[in-house]
């Protein structure tokens, strides 16, 4: 029986030691080659530079970008419970739009805290932002022990500011795990320079912590269409993608949000029939009796069908300086479909490093900020509560300069 997966994301400052601390996981579980390591030891040789973990992560960089095969988006390390890939996530943006299109979804997070610089804005920040990204599952590593000599003071420092910022954002019994990435304390094996702490290491505290999610084959059939292909005669071939539910062969489905309802009459998997198909798989469908199929549109059974709206209130992320102005006409992109919106309202506006509503129906919400508003669209959209379907209840809005926010659907209006 092959272990269960986790899609694990690691958040924080972007000085506090991310990428030494993914380095260390890749290394100290052998999900990398030793003679990668040598490699990169003796690139640095000439430099008189010392390796660092950090220096891993470049390389696999590197690789992936001369197109070869390593890449951290696929170089998975296990513990003794789970297979964990770790969701590449660069830069904060690029992190958000990843999450909210649906191209990963992470299923727990470490929040990596500095002993030695303390929690800082962007630490704040990062830990709002993986519960508003509907992240549920955390534990934090409180790294750089060794730059404070191992002083279990400067641990519960961090701990004591921590706990009370996570609480309010519902996150509860979160492990804090005292670590040094750079030299391996705490992460997979346990260290004799902090004998005060008597719980897990990271890994660990992983493992207790973190449960696999369920299958989301027990769900409504969700699918979006990715393209419409011709076929042999005067068929075509609905590229679609499995989000959430079964779906089979012989069966009625509908399209929305037009409605058109069809038979399906083969699923077709990389060429091969298929009378079933699961969440995740890329499937090809030829139905009969419909034929204005769009790209975007979504897929389901007639007996339970996705909200169809025109009207709906969400909560969105700024990820720029640009602000968003109430009665602004923007375009909202979920899966593949692509609407013209309008927003109608701004309900409020949150500092998400200080966790407080700054203002209360403003009329913009000021670039790098987080409010509630309502949106009204010019056609109808396929779209449902990010609480009850995430993969159809999460956003990116753009405008003429490009992405500029991304949100989830709190409440849809018919």
Known sequence: MSMPRINLVV?????????????????????????QIDEIRTELTPSGKPFEFAFLLDSLEEERQGGLTIDIMQTPFTSQKYLYTIIDCPGHREFIKKMLTGASQADAAVLVASAKEGVESQTRQHAFLIKKLGIQQLVVAINKMDAVAYRESSYKTIGDELTPLLRDLGYHHVPLIPVSA??????????????????????????????????PANKPLRAVVQDIYPYEGNQTIIACKIETGTLQTQTNVVFNPLGQTGRLNQILVYGSDVERAEPGDPVGLIVDGVDAVERGDVLSYPHNQPNVVTHLVAEVILFSDTPLQEGAEITLRYGTAEKRCRVQKI?????????????????????NSVGVIELSAREPLCLEKYSDVPQLGRFIIEDKKGAVAAGIVLETIT
């Open 11 to 35: 958040v924080g400052h972007k000085d506090h030691g991310k990428s030494t601390l993914i380095g260390r996981l890749l290394y100290d579980s052998k999900a990398v080659r030793q003679q």
């Open 182 to 215: 750079m030299n391996g304390d705490n992460v997979y094996a346990k260290t004799e320079k902090m004998t005060w702490h008597t719980g897990s290491t990271l890994i660990d505290a992983l493992d207790e912590t973190i449960r696999a999610p369920n299958p």
């Open 347 to 367: 309900r409020s506006e949150m500092d998400p490093v200080r966790l407080t509503i700054t203002s209360q129906n403003p009329r913009l919400l000021r670039g």
